[in-house]
């Protein structure tokens, strides 16, 4: 569907490099992006590099299979 959320909350693909610069101001945390297996590769990868914008230096992904 190409929804991004954290925390039970959406945030969209513009809140990911914010989020991750707030949250790495607290302390120096992993960035670990959870996918659908089905999800498109270019969205995985304006997530990544939004995510390092907001200042991650290694980012992980993990995947789940899709619902249905």
């Known amino acids: 569907k190409g929804e991004g959320g954290y925390g039970g909350g959406e945030i969209g693909l513009s ?10 101001q607290k302390e120096e945390v992993p960035v670990i992006i959870q996918a659908d297996a089905a999800a498109p590769s270019g969205l995985l990868v304006r997530v990544i590099d939004e995510a390092k914008l907001g200042g991650a230096v290694k980012v992980s992904l993990a995947a789940r299979k899709p619902q249905g």
């Open 15 to 24: 809140g990911v490099s914010q989020l991750v610069a707030r949250m790495l």
